[in-house]
């Protein structure tokens, strides 16, 4: 068994502002469509979904059902694999609001937002 470090591997498939926010909302909302996806993240674009929504699909952590109707309805849902991923980005979630809360204790409210 290789003893190496391996969050580099679990960082390729995370890394990036859009998946762990597309994570969340599947994990928050269940399964979605990909019209509300866009809708809960107003500042991703539709290319960038896709590309961010095909590589969660290629690693196995989501699932994408097409359903076949005109116009075409594509469904986003967590897979068994990918629900392991829940602890890891509550966690993060949980750690995101502390850093929050500790950036405003250090520097007041109004320099928070400088950070995001």
């Known amino acids: 068994?290789?003893?190496?470090?391996?969050?580099?591997?679990?960082?390729?498939?995370?890394?990036?502002?859009?998946?762990?926010?597309?994570?969340?909302?599947?994990?928050?909302?269940?399964?979605?469509?990909?019209?509300?996806?866009?809708?809960?993240?107003?500042n991703i674009t539709k290319k960038m979904l896709t590309t961010q929504l095909r590589e969660l699909e290629y690693h196995d952590i989501i699932n994408r059902k097409v359903y076949p109707q005109v116009p075409p309805k594509v469904e986003y849902s967590i897979t068994d694999y990918g629900k392991g991923l829940t602890p890891l980005l509550e966690s993060m979630h949980e750690w995101g609001l502390s850093h929050i809360a500790h950036l405003d204790k250090i520097y007041g409210e109004n320099n928070t937002e400088k950070s995001n």
């Open 1 to 42: 068994m290789s003893h190496e470090c391996k969050v580099e591997t679990a960082l390729d498939i995370l890394v990036g502002k859009w998946k762990p926010v597309i994570l969340f909302n599947i994990f928050q909302h269940g399964t979605l469509r990909f019209s509300e996806l866009q809708r809960l993240i107003p």
